[in-house]
């Protein structure tokens, strides 16, 4: 007989998903995922964008709710599609009032699916825009450590939204880089796996007012649901997690992190 999985907790406290794709969910309808969110009490979700074909789709999506949001932006293992045309439409479409940063942007070394130096340009030609816009940033930086903050100090003086390294699993120097210049770090279910004692290190020595919770759906479902198909709803179970990684009060972390992603995607609204 299998064993019965516990069932996702139900906070007083709101939570807001900082980082999924709902147009990659396939397991259930999509009514169904955004009602299931809502019943365990996940107040906002923001879709990211990652690549030239989901830009709009991301756009039509962060319209399906009053609650749902979106980016735009393409991932470093789109790098190479991306043009000046595309470039346009993120233009146009930053200030959206439904669109809420640039992203998914960054570098890619682990999979190396784009030239490195074409990364790193489209990296730059991002974070200008998102300079222009007055916008801040979904950062993807993996194996890329030395490169993103070599980037990222480029434009500290003129990248007055900071923004998020999201689903971070890099190492130290990048953590206190960023810690120190502003940004958040994203944590997902991946903090509760065995062996990522080096993101829950990441973690405890990051400040709770810099913590911002994401599942990154639907991949890195936590445990206790590994091995199916990651949600929004799921996202109690990683701030459970980090409260127990951080020794805090769970109502400590609920609070602080659901400001802090106010004050990074929801400052002037």
Sequence with gaps: MSKKRREIPVFDHPIIETHCHLDYLKDRPLEE???ESQRVNIERVITIAVAPDNLAKV?????VAPWVYGTQGIHPHEAETYTDAVEEEI????????IVAVGEIGLDYFYDNADREVQRDVFRRQLQLACDADRPVVIHSREADEDTIAILKEFENSLTR???IHSFT?????AKYALDQGWCLGFNGITTFNKAENVRDIVRMSPIE???LETDAPFLTPVPYRG????????PFVAENIATVKDLPL?????????????TFFSER
């Design 162 to 164: 900071r923004g998020v």
């Design 251 to 263: 109502e400590q972390v609920l609070s602080q992190t659901y400001l802090n992603s106010l004050r």
């Design 59 to 63: 756009r039509e999506l962060s319209n």
């Design 33 to 35: 995922t955004l009602a």
């Design 91 to 98: 233009r146009q479409h930053a200030g959206d009032e439904k």
């Design 228 to 235: 199916r198909e990651n949600a929004p709803f799921y996202l």
């Design 210 to 212: 810099q913590i911002l």
């Design 170 to 174: 890099s190492g130290p120097g990048l």
